[in-house]
């Protein structure tokens, strides 16, 4: 029960109107806090690694983890590769044992975003409880590799987000709607919910076909957050938050205990500071207690 894809566990938050939180991780102790948090919030969890962290800690050894972790956890989980550009290492992931893989061909043309979306699905569908994630329009902001800057940014067409999903065959859908990755510089960043809302009643007005995610969830005022579940968001990206709240807490932790060579207090610290911000963020989603 405990590994899932990312598809099976949305679909049933799109029909509860919550949405499941996608942490970002880039090493064990992290993705300890975050899977803590789940445990004791009842709730169903994404996992998410972006490619940098994927090559260093190496892919066999992040699942090899996440299976351990998942075998005796009480939730589901899934373990998602996050915007990967490229078609190969997509696949690699996918032989080791993620369950979930975003392709984020969306910097290329329409019609080779639609190749190589189709591509990864096609393989991924072949091995098996695998969902594939794509985008569509371009998300603003720097996550990992990929560097967006705003006058490139483009929100997704609802009528080729239609096409984009029949064409490649994709499980879960990521419209560019105006969320950047990183921090917000206004506190009221210009989001597009009708077009989320729009694509969703497009996509998944009868049945829930293709469940919607939402990028760039640091820093988005909590109205903003409900509002998108609303809209038929049903995984929320969260990595810069727990990127600053890991540094943060290592920091505060060897300021306040110069003198102290003890790195298991250090990882102590991180894990619990990485367990309330994912536990707020469980509660925000309402994801609370679906498990
Ligand atoms: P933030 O870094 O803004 O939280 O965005 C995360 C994200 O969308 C990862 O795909």
Redesign the pocket.
């Known amino acids: 029960m405990s590994i899932v894809n990312a598809k099976e566990i949305m679909v049933e938050a799109a029909k509860g109107k919550y949405a499941v939180g996608a942490f970002?991780i880039t090493d064990l102790v992290q993705m300890e806090g975050v899977v803590d948090a789940a445990i004791s919030k009842k709730s169903p969890l994404i996992i998410q690694t972006s490619v940098k962290p994927s090559k260093f800690l190496g892919v066999d050894v992040l699942v090899a983890i996440y299976r351990t972790i998942a075998a005796s956890a009480p939730i589901p989980i899934c373990l998602h590769l996050?915007?990967c550009t490229e078609v190969e290492h997509c696949k690699k992931c996918a032989d080791a044992g993620y369950t979930n893989i975003m392709i984020d061909a969306s910097k290329q043309t329409y019609e080779e975003n639609i190749r190589q979306t189709k591509e990864v699905v096609d393989y991924c569908h072949k091995i098996g409880n695998i969902s594939v994630e794509g985008e569509l329009g371009t998300?603003s902001?720097v996550?990992d590799q990929i560097k967006v800057s705003e006058d490139e940014t483009q929100l997704a067409n609802p009528k080729q987000a239609v096409e984009f999903v029949e064409r490649t065959g994709l499980d879960i859908f990521a419209p560019a709607i105006g969320t950047?990755?990183?921090v917000y510089k206004t506190k009221n960043p210009k989001v597009d919910f009708e077009r989320l809302g729009i694509i969703n009643e497009m996509l998944n007005g009868k049945t829930i076909k293709t469940p919607l995610v939402v990028?760039?969830?640091?820093?988005l005022p909590e109205d903003y957050i409900k509002k998108l579940i609303a809209m038929g968001g049903a995984k929320v990206?969260?990595?810069?938050?727990l990127k600053r709240t890991m540094i943060d807490a290592e920091y505060e932790y060897i300021a306040a205990h110069r003198e102290e060579y003890d790195p298991g207090k250090v990882d102590e610290a991180v894990r619990a500071s990485i367990r309330t911000a994912v536990g707020h963020w469980i509660d925000i989603l309402g994801s609370a207690g679906k498990a």
Request: zero cysteines; glycine letters at 26%.
């Open positions: 970002n996050d915007h998300v902001g996550e950047a990755h990183g990028h760039g969830g640091t820093g990206n969260v990595s810069t938050e």
